[in-house]
């Protein structure tokens, strides 16, 4: 059975706005995200972080950006490489490697866990906080930033569960991974 992972960059104060550059990567912590994409069972996606994630799915991205150390086009082949479910009432298609759910989500979750082995990633706080609030969440990984944001979305857009920290990891100069399952 798989595991549902819920994991996103965080600043001090909650936020997780993708397109803040307080969140660019590291060299380190973006090799994290690379054998962790590698590694992935596949990720379950909200609208729209897949529709900001199709970024890697084209060729427009710099496959030559020396503060990645040369790991895009390592990312891009990994995120390419990792099956993903869109869950989405208003798409009417995904890209490569891609399934769409559109409805009785729960199910469709439920049946991934039960057919899959290793961990799927959970990509998005609305998608979330659906999730939470039925109880599919099995672990929180919170990839804390020194940074605050004073707006944006916040980590938690719904409910609020009852969390035990099980794990705690520096990666690279000033990430903490904080590591919760539900209590």
Do not use: C
């Amino acid at each position: 059975m798989a595991k549902l992972v819920f994991g996103m960059n965080m600043s001090l104060d909650g936020y997780v706005d993708h397109d803040h550059d307080a969140f660019a990567p590291d060299p380190v912590l973006f090799k994290y995200f690379i054998e962790q994409t590698r590694k992935a069972a596949g990720s379950i996606y909200g609208r729209g972080l897949y529709e900001l994630m199709r970024y890697w799915d084209g060729d427009n991205w710099d496959q030559d950006d020396p503060a990645m150390g040369g790991d895009l086009r390592a990312f891009a082949e990994a995120w390419r490489a990792m099956p993903k479910w869109v869950v989405s009432r208003s798409l009417k298609s995904v890209g490569p490697n891609a399934r769409l759910i559109g409805d009785d989500v729960e199910a469709a979750v439920r049946k991934l866990k039960a057919d899959l082995v290793g961990e799927i990633e959970v990509g998005g706080p609305k998608l979330a906080a659906s999730l939470t609030e039925i109880g599919l969440i099995d672990e929180y990984q919170l990839f804390l930033h020194p940074v605050v944001l004073g707006r944006g979305r916040p980590f938690f857009v719904g409910p609020q569960p009852r969390l035990r920290l099980v794990a705690g990891d520096r990666i690279g100069e000033s990430v903490i991974k904080l590591k919760y399952v539900p209590a």
